[in-house]
């Protein structure tokens, strides 16, 4: 539609509909003395609704007098609680001990008894105490959950819901009236709330809750006025509290319109016409809305005109009848015009100077815009068809129902029944990106991504999961199996590739095939469960779900013995002894014995659990130790495997080993100069990289990174290409080795690499910078 106002506004000015015009033509006369008995009509509908109107105000006033003064006998009711000394005792004194003397809940039960007849539209209340979850009332003390599911239910509402209204601060809350189910019967009640005590809106411990009988309330509206007007009674939030009419979705609509004090207004609620006034009260910000039909108030009037109406409506009929047969005899040129281009008759030579220009601007506006949806979809597709797989694969997709259709519109082809999963898990592809960023992970997933689809050959879909993980929906001829040759070779490919041209280690979890669609989130499932077994057969690994179904396990060894005698060695800074007591308890649980992943990790959590205990008595910050994330629940869970978990032990303690020791050094110097003596011993070496040098120093690559760059002012990938091409620079100058060689002995892969950053660095090519030295050499040869 925006692009045909476009049209009328840009092009020549819209001209209406040739039969508007005759229609109208037609009508003019016609229209003239219904206008004027029209005007008639109205003046005399206005005086009337006028006079209704002030009439509405006073007994709305009257009725608004009523039922504040029954809400300050509520509120005067809150108060008395509140205040109650007893009560009090248990909100701050004694609130939550054992040792609480039942008798004072006994007194404080027949206290609000007193208080009940405060007021006739209260049906009851109590006092909800949050920090012991007791309920008090008028008669018993009881629990939440007795109380809401058996004493004093809700239809609409359950505890938990209750229990979160209370426990939020409320000075005043009125909660719409809604049935509630008590005393084996069930009324409608409004909900007030008052939380406690009185003024504290940050540490609540309790409420008052009041039930209102909204008949008692409903019976004072009803008395105000003879002519049983719709009443409704809104709160301050303007929903609706309490109303003696069946329907109240029409209030939404009419919320604009209540933005004075008072006020009167007419509206057309379901086909009737409604006179509307309504009043807002200053005690409790309630708004009282009265409507009675329009046609009650001008009954009288309507008597009298109804014959002169239904004479007007006649003849206006009559000419109407005449008009529009004139008209449409006329306008059939025009008519069959647009039939024809409903028929998709070529017009493009054609000018008009009506409406037919319009209705051609329209329907190529409709091609235009089909144009551009279809386009959208078309480039939308990779990630609808992508979504569709993953959904699939978790199971959140209704199998049975599909069709061959919705498959040919996702543009997935299955040309098999059978079925497997494999899940791909990046290990370390830090060799491979520079910085941990969402920009690096999202290019290593989409180069296996499209490396897994062309292997594939149309035999499966490669998808993103989450962050670090992916997954492959293997679609295989019935004689393929566990172990094939196809599989087997492109799972060799895949990791070859990757292992080799991206320096990226991965670990693949493969189902065992199932046959037909409904099974492929079982073979998902399988294949997540024997990815967990990469804890114990560490990364770069390919994981058979059918090699571990039936496999039997023991529980992890790990003494209270061997804990202690690990803090003793600990302790004394007998790192040698702490090693061979680590080689021994993972030798026993991961060589000896077999433990599942769940062992396994639990496993790890008694051993951090150990580290922490050494930590808090030696009084050692462990954040650095856990990749600042303060969470060793989080640092278990990035460990993959049993081996580098031993390893990270073996490193923790030697940080503690040499706390104990008593080095003068503070640690981030003394962990600067690790790292520094660590690179200036391997960086001539090609497999020096982030992940190494963190893996060595027990830290997370982000946090070496943030370290080093703090501590030297420099980035770890800079500092490292300083020092290579100083002393490439020096092989240069001796002139002996060509620049291949130079690259493998500073420690880079190739010489394209040397070249790259050698020029980055100098400004000019390693080849160039040994021209420039041979020949100053010789100029200052020549001048000696």
């Given at each position: 539609?925006?692009?045909?106002?476009?049209?009328?506004?840009?092009?020549?000015?819209?001209?209406?509909?040739?039969?508007?015009?005759?229609?109208?033509?037609?009508?003019?006369?016609?229209?003239?003395?219904v206008?004027?008995?029209?005007?008639?009509?109205?003046?005399?509908?206005?005086?009337l609704?006028?006079?209704?109107?002030?009439?509405?105000?006073?007994?709305?006033e009257?009725?608004?007098?009523?039922?504040?003064?029954?809400?300050n006998?509520v509120?005067?009711?809150?108060?008395?609680?509140?205040?109650?000394?007893?009560?009090?005792?248990?909100?701050?004194?004694?609130?939550?001990?054992?040792?609480?003397d039942?008798?004072?809940?006994?007194?404080?039960?027949?206290?609000?008894?007193?208080?009940?007849?405060?007021?006739?539209?209260?049906?009851?209340?109590?006092?909800?105490?949050?920090?012991?979850?007791?309920?008090?009332?008028?008669?018993?003390?009881?629990?939440?959950?007795?109380?809401?599911?058996?004493?004093?239910?809700?239809?609409?509402?359950?505890?938990?819901?209750?229990?979160?209204?209370?426990?939020?601060?409320?000075?005043?809350?009125?909660?719409?009236?809604?049935?509630?189910?008590?005393?084996?019967?069930?009324?409608?009640?409004?909900?007030?709330?008052?939380?406690?005590?009185?003024?504290?809106?940050?540490?609540?411990?309790?409420?008052?809750?009041?039930?209102?009988?909204?008949?008692?309330?409903?019976?004072l509206?009803?008395?105000?006025?003879h002519?049983?007007?719709d009443?409704?009674?809104?709160?301050?939030?303007?929903?609706?509290?309490?109303?003696?009419?069946?329907d109240?979705?029409?209030?939404e609509?009419?919320?604009?319109?209540?933005?004075?004090?008072?006020?009167?207004?007419?509206?057309?609620?379901?086909?009737q016409?409604?006179?509307?006034?309504?009043?807002?009260?200053?005690?409790?910000?309630?708004?009282?809305?009265?409507?009675?039909?329009?046609?009650?108030?001008?009954?009288?009037?309507?008597?009298?005109?109804?014959?002169?109406?239904?004479?007007?409506?006649?003849?206006?009929?009559?000419?109407?009848?005449?008009?529009?047969?004139?008209?449409?005899?006329?306008?059939?040129?025009?008519?069959?015009?647009?039939?024809?281009?409903?028929?998709?008759?070529?017009?493009?030579?054609?000018?008009?100077k009506?409406?037919?220009?319009?209705?051609?601007n329209?329907?190529?506006?409709?091609?235009?815009?089909?144009?551009?949806?279809?386009?959208?979809?078309?480039?939308?597709?990779?990630?609808?068809?992508?979504?569709?797989?993953?959904?699939?694969?978790?199971?959140?997709?209704?199998?049975?129902?599909?069709?061959?259709?919705?498959?040919?519109?996702?543009?997935?082809?299955?040309?098999?029944?059978?079925?497997?999963?494999?899940?791909?898990?990046?290990?370390?592809?830090?060799?491979?990106?520079?910085?941990?960023?969402?920009?690096?992970?999202?290019?290593?997933?989409?180069i296996?991504?499209?490396?897994?689809?062309?292997?594939?050959?149309?035999r499966?879909?490669?998808?993103?999961?989450?962050?670090?993980?992916?997954?492959?929906?293997?679609?295989?001829?019935?004689?393929?199996?566990?172990g094939?040759?196809?599989?087997?070779?492109?799972?060799?490919?895949?990791?070859?590739?990757?292992?080799?041209?991206?320096?990226?280690?991965?670990?693949?979890?493969?189902?065992s095939?199932?046959?037909?669609?409904?099974?492929?989130?079982?073979?998902?499932?399988?294949?997540?469960?024997?990815?967990?077994y990469?804890?114990?057969?560490?990364?770069?690994?390919?994981?058979?779900?059918?090699?571990?179904?039936?496999?039997?396990?023991h529980?992890?060894?790990?003494?209270?013995?061997?804990e202690?005698?690990?803090m003793?060695?600990?302790?004394?800074?007998?790192?040698?002894?702490?090693?061979?007591?680590?080689?021994?308890?993972?030798?026993?649980?991961?060589?000896?014995?077999?433990?599942?992943?769940?062992?396994?990790k639990?496993?790890?959590?008694?051993?951090?659990?150990?580290?922490?205990?050494?930590?808090?008595?030696?009084?050692?910050?462990?954040?650095?130790?856990?990749?600042?994330?303060?969470?060793?629940?989080?640092?278990?869970?990035?460990?993959?495997?049993?081996?580098?978990?031993?390893?990270?032990?073996?490193?923790?303690?030697?940080?503690?080993?040499?706390?104990?020791?008593?080095?003068?050094v503070?640690?981030?110097?003394?962990?600067?100069?690790?790292?520094q003596?660590?690179?200036?011993?391997?960086?001539?070496?090609?497999?020096?990289?982030?992940?190494?040098?963190?893996?060595?120093?027990?830290?997370?690559?982000?946090?070496?990174?943030?370290?080093?760059?703090?501590?030297?002012?420099?980035?770890?990938t800079?500092?490292?290409?300083?020092?290579?091409?100083?002393?490439?620079?020096?092989?240069?100058?001796?002139?002996?080795?060509?620049?291949?060689?130079?690259?493998?002995?500073?420690?880079?892969?190739?010489?394209?690499?040397?070249?790259?950053?050698?020029?980055?660095?100098?400004g000019?090519?390693?080849?160039?910078?040994?021209?420039?030295?041979?020949?100053?050499?010789?100029?200052?040869?020549?001048?000696?």
């Amino acid at each position: 539609m925006s692009n045909t106002n476009s049209g009328r506004t840009e092009g020549r000015p819209f001209r209406r509909s040739v039969f508007i015009k005759l229609l109208l033509s037609f009508m003019v006369i016609l229209l003239i003395p219904v206008s004027i008995g029209t005007g008639l009509y109205n003046n005399m509908e206005h005086a009337l609704i006028d006079h209704a109107n002030q009439s509405n105000q006073a007994l709305l006033e009257q009725a608004r007098l009523s039922i504040d003064s029954r809400i300050n006998e509520v509120d005067q009711l809150a108060v008395q609680v509140a205040l109650n000394p007893t009560l009090q005792l248990l909100l701050y004194g004694e609130a939550g001990k054992k040792t609480f003397d039942e008798y004072k809940y006994i007194e404080l039960i027949r206290d609000f008894k007193r208080y009940r007849n405060v007021s006739p539209i209260i049906d009851e209340y109590y006092v909800y105490l949050k920090d012991t979850g007791q309920i008090l009332t008028t008669s018993i003390k009881t629990d939440t959950s007795m109380f809401y599911n058996y004493i004093h239910e809700y239809v609409n509402r359950d505890e938990a819901q209750m229990l979160d209204i209370m426990g939020e601060y409320h000075l005043r809350t009125y909660l719409p009236a809604e049935p509630v189910q008590y005393s084996l019967k069930k009324r409608n009640m409004i909900t007030y709330i008052k939380s406690l005590p009185i003024g504290e809106m940050i540490d609540v411990k309790g409420s008052l809750v009041v039930m209102i009988d909204e008949e008692k309330i409903l019976s004072l509206l009803r008395k105000t006025d003879h002519r049983n007007p719709d009443f409704y009674i809104l709160n301050e939030e303007m929903d609706v509290l309490s109303t003696t009419a069946q329907d109240s979705t029409f209030i939404e609509g009419i919320l604009p319109k209540l933005t004075l004090e008072q006020g009167d207004f007419e509206a057309d609620i379901e086909g009737q016409d409604m006179m509307i006034s309504y009043m807002q009260s200053g005690l409790n910000h309630w708004t009282y809305i009265s409507v009675l039909p329009k046609e009650v108030v001008l009954s009288k009037v309507n008597e009298t005109k109804s014959l002169a109406l239904l004479l007007v409506l006649i003849c206006f009929a009559a000419g109407l009848a005449v008009s529009y047969y004139l008209a449409y005899k006329n306008h059939r040129p025009v008519r069959e015009l647009i039939q024809a281009i409903l028929k998709g008759k070529n017009i493009s030579n054609l000018d008009f100077k009506n409406e037919f220009a319009f209705i051609k601007n329209e329907l190529i506006t409709s091609i235009d815009e089909e144009k551009n949806i279809r386009s959208l979809l078309s480039q939308q597709a990779p990630v609808i068809k992508s979504d569709f797989i993953a959904r699939m694969i978790k199971g959140y997709v209704d199998t049975r129902a599909l069709t061959s259709r919705d498959l040919d519109f996702m543009d997935v082809h299955f040309n098999y029944d059978q079925f497997g999963v494999m899940v791909i898990r990046i290990d370390d592809c830090f060799q491979f990106i520079e910085e941990d960023t969402e920009r690096e992970w999202t290019l290593i997933r989409f180069i296996i991504i499209n490396l897994s689809n062309e292997l594939l050959a149309g035999r499966g879909y490669a998808i993103e999961m989450e962050r670090d993980r992916l997954a492959i929906l293997l679609n295989q001829p019935s004689s393929t199996g566990q172990g094939s040759p196809d599989i087997e070779m492109f799972l060799q490919q895949l990791r070859s590739h990757i292992q080799q041209k991206f320096r990226t280690k991965i670990t693949i979890a493969i189902s065992s095939m199932k046959y037909g669609l409904d099974a492929i989130a079982e073979a998902y499932r399988e294949a997540v469960m024997a990815l967990d077994y990469a804890l114990l057969q560490g990364e770069n690994s390919i994981i058979y779900y059918n090699n571990l179904k039936n496999a039997e396990y023991h529980y992890f060894y790990y003494a209270l013995e061997t804990e202690s005698q690990l803090m003793n060695y600990a302790k004394s800074g007998d790192y040698n002894s702490i090693v061979k007591t680590l080689d021994h308890i993972f030798e026993v649980n991961f060589q000896t014995r077999v433990i599942s992943p769940e062992m396994g990790k639990y496993l790890f959590f008694e051993l951090i659990n150990t580290v922490l205990k050494l930590f808090h008595s030696l009084k050692i910050d462990e954040k650095q130790f856990f990749e600042m994330e303060g969470d060793p629940l989080k640092y278990i869970a990035r460990i993959g495997t049993a081996e580098m978990m031993h390893e990270k032990l073996k490193r923790l303690y030697a940080v503690i080993c040499k706390a104990v020791e008593g080095e003068k050094v503070s640690h981030s110097d003394r962990l600067y100069q690790k790292i520094q003596a660590y690179i200036n011993d391997c960086y001539t070496s090609n497999d020096l990289s982030l992940t190494s040098i963190a893996e060595y120093c027990g830290l997370h690559p982000s946090y070496l990174s943030t370290f080093f760059k703090k501590q030297n002012g420099q980035n770890l990938t800079e500092y490292i290409a300083g020092l290579r091409i100083k002393l490439a620079k020096a092989y240069l100058e001796e002139g002996e080795l060509t620049i291949s060689q130079i690259a493998l002995r500073v420690g880079f892969a190739n010489d394209i690499g040397l070249i790259r950053v050698f020029k980055k660095t100098e400004g000019i090519t390693p080849g160039k910078y040994r021209e420039v030295f041979n020949s100053s050499s010789a100029q200052k040869a020549r001048r000696s």
